[in-house]
């Protein structure tokens, strides 16, 4: 039986990836796929997990669904992504609004979890989160222009601060082949602004057989027919001279980069499991507007460590 499920993603842009693989999935299953939770049968709430305020931001989304629940708007809640995985208890036990759970490890298993919570079921979904399937079709929710590419999943940069690795598994780069087969797809669609996307897109390559790099797919990208295509997010660390050379060569890509360094004390830096020097990050910003005298860089910081 058709039913009629609501999407809502919360969070980074690598989760609205899933959320768009997950509606994909739903609509070739025969659902309806909606933005518009009153009215359906079931919301799937996909919850970032990371800091306090997207943890607030979700149990706010839980609560107001719960309520849609209550005066009969709506059927069944599904919370899934980082605050199932990270929080499986305490939502079992404080917000009983959700229905069932899916973690960050199972997005490719929506559809019969939808079906198991219409049969009356309560399902809960955690599969290991170091082997998800992340090559699946997607159904593109950003404006027609522009479009995510999330090159890999995970991250094993293990900053003491930062609690992805645990959420989302260990770092895995997706083939070239895959990759370039969905940005092929997107330029047809008219997708002019191409953004790459990972935790980190740096070491994208290194742990495939045989090693790659992001320089070499990013040349590769440049072929195709985008205006422009921009990357997020670069670790100082793991830039390379090829891969400063490749962004100052290559028109296509934007010298607007995106280089959390987190803090510029040694100490600091050094306690928080980075693996940059203050000396390093100026060195690395002193090559890079060497190479791109317009270069325009963003960047985060923590204070309080």
Known sequence: MPYKIA???????????NTEQMMELCRQAGHTVTGEPEGADVAVLNTCGFIESAKSEAIDNIIQLGELKAAGKLKKLLVAGCLSQRYPDGIREELPEADGLLGTGSYTEVVSAVEELMEGGRPERFADIHRTDEDGARMVTTPPYTAYLKIAE????????????????????????TLLAEAKQLAASGVKELIVIAQ????YGLDLTPRTSLAELLK???????????????????????????????????????IPIQHCNDGILKAMRRRTTRAELEDLFAKLRAAMPDVVIRTSLICGL
């Open 154 to 177: 995970g991250c094993s940069n293990g900053c003491a601060f930062c609690i992805i690795p645990k959420l989302r598994g260990k770092y895995r780069s997706r083939s070239p082949e």
């Open 220 to 258: 590769q990208l440049c072929r195709l027919d985008f205006c422009w295509i921009r990357l997020h997010y670069l670790y100082p660390e793991a830039i390379t001279g090829e891969l400063i050379e490749t962004i100052a060569a290559q028109p296509k890509l934007l010298h607007y980069l995106d």
């Open 7 to 17: 999407f809502i993603s919360l969070g980074c842009a690598k989760n609205l990836v």
């Open 200 to 203: 980190d897109i740096t070491r």
